[in-house]
């Protein structure tokens, strides 16, 4: 909603002091940040703390190629899953498999509104996805949400593009609580936005720092030969791929050879991988 002037309203717009939080748990966040389950728990009890969220969770998606759209759960990867404010493990668990079962259902409404928006970074509250009419009517607040204290909430997602994932937050209150505010969600999309920017800056980093690529100016042909090379094929496949002679192809592995002074194909491939990200705050290793 704007005011007359184009501009947000001023019930909307954040504070000083709430600008001046959210740039002080970024950097709390940023200190732990070598323990992906820490300091993403560090982030969420924050975060809790700033809106007045109850349960939270936050975790990275890996989305698996297969069908997906409205009313169909597309398969994934959940990495690093920390949730907080539940009374145990046990129903943190039984929560889990509430909400997997209705979405497998397709019955999710919240995750039909978002569908989407699926990969673009996004915060929206409940009442922005999802109408309170359709939302209290449905199988799914009945069954997986509002039986386990779970009725506003505010979902973020943000795509960290390089490293394949997306990073998930999800805060809420239970019912009889006030619906979470066009400020709150303002203030959740902050603190993550400054988390991507984070990201991307390490991104941009290591790969023109000193760990650029080093196939990067190398001559076209031996970094045809080379990409084929990590890919998998063999010499003889190379000079297939590429219409050359194997001899022609065996001089351009000898002068790859040569130029990363490796002496055999596993030297030379570890040599030539391109550079992972060194994120901080640490994404979760894909186990």
Known sequence: MVAANGGPRR?????????????RLVAEVRERGDDPLAWRRHLLL???????????????RVVIAGPSGAGRWAPERLLGVVSVGYADEVERLRHAAAVDASRTAGRDLGWEAAAPLAGRAFTRSRGQLVAD????????ARVACLNFGVDS??????????AGRVHYLSLTRPPGDRPFSPGECRLVALVHSELGRVWRRHDRATLVGDDADPTVGLPPRLRQTLILLRAGRSQKQVAADLGLSA??????????HHRFGAETRAELLSRTNPPKPKWIPRLSPDA
């Not at 001899?247 to 790859?256: F, I, Q, R, S, W």
Request: charged share 25%; hydrophobic share 40%; proline share 2%.
């Open 11 to 23: 019930s909307q717009r954040l504070r000083l002091s709430q600008v001046v939080a959210a740039g």
């Open 153 to 162: 909430f505010i979902r973020s997602e943000l795509p960290v593009r390089s």
């Open 133 to 140: 009419r359709d939302w209290y009517r449905s199988d799914h």
């Open 247 to 256: 001899y022609t192809v065996h001089d351009y592995a000898k002068a790859l």
């Open 46 to 60: 924050g975060l809790n703390r700033l809106v007045g969220a109850r349960l939270s969770s936050a975790l990275e």
